[in-house]
């Protein structure tokens, strides 16, 4: 079964300043790869996805993702925090039938 | 606008208490699926169908229910049996994840209080 680590329970970054938060996962073969991001109180909104190819995905509002077989990661990454950024985020595997496998979640605070 | 419907967005329930939380979809997916999400411990997965009716249990099913009657409507009861049901519950919907087009679509969720 597959299995999805996220080290960082929170991460304090300023505005303007690079983000990278940390997926690890554990899969035998192949696995579908997801970021989801989430508000206080609402659903969760998907921000990338990885698949197959390649392997530097990007995604929206300036996000991007690189798998790395050999680390088993999936990391986030931004080049320019902003504000509006804050919000909690969450790492997801699938790949063992019809279902995604989460992550506990990174919650990024943003400061001014 | 096609999307997916949870209700009600807020509920308290009296322990001893079975409650059904509403989910429907107009995405036409096959696949749905019932997430609780607690602080610090992600989304864990309690039940999904495939199909209609036919469904799975996920991780922590015990002290739930479901059933899959119409392609739109999965609802989710919480009974009695549960022994801590106060959480926040996400519904989704999706085509075959296994496809390269593949993504759960989650409802706003609903979050249950038990007094």
């Known amino acids: 079964a597959q299995s999805v680590t996220q080290p960082d329970i929170h991460i304090t970054v300023s505005e303007g300043a690079s983000l990278e938060l940390r997926c690890n996962y554990s899969y035998g073969a192949t696995p579908y790869l997801f970021w989801y991001v989430q508000s206080p109180g609402q659903g969760l909104q998907l921000l990338l996805k990885?698949?197959?190819?390649?392997?530097l995905v990007q995604g929206i509002k300036g996000f991007e993702a690189e798998f790395k077989r050999s680390q088993s990661s999936f990391n986030l990454r931004k080049p320019s925090v902003h504000w509006s950024d804050a919000a909690e985020y969450f790492c997801a595997v699938g790949g063992d039938g019809n279902k995604l496998v989460f992550g506990a979640g990174t919650i990024l605070r943003v400061k001014s | 606008d096609g999307g997916i419907t949870q209700s009600p967005k807020y509920l308290f329930r009296k322990e001893g208490q079975n409650v059904t939380l509403s989910c429907e979809q107009n995405?036409?997916?096959?696949?749905m699926y019932w997430y609780r999400q607690d602080p610090g411990q992600g989304l864990r997965l309690i039940y999904y169908s495939q199909i209609v009716n036919d469904f799975q249990k996920g991780d922590i099913a015990e002290g739930y229910s479901v059933s899959r009657e119409k392609k739109e409507s999965f609802p989710l009861t919480v009974t009695s049996a549960q022994k801590n049901p106060t959480a926040f519950y996400l519904c989704?919907?999706?085509?075959?994840?296994?496809?390269?087009?593949?993504?759960?679509?989650f409802g706003e969720g609903s979050r249950l209080t038990v007094l």
């Open positions: 990885y698949f197959s190819g390649d392997t």
């Open positions: 995405l036409n997916h096959d696949a």
């Open positions: 989704a919907s999706s085509i075959d994840l296994r496809m390269g087009t593949g993504e759960l679509f």
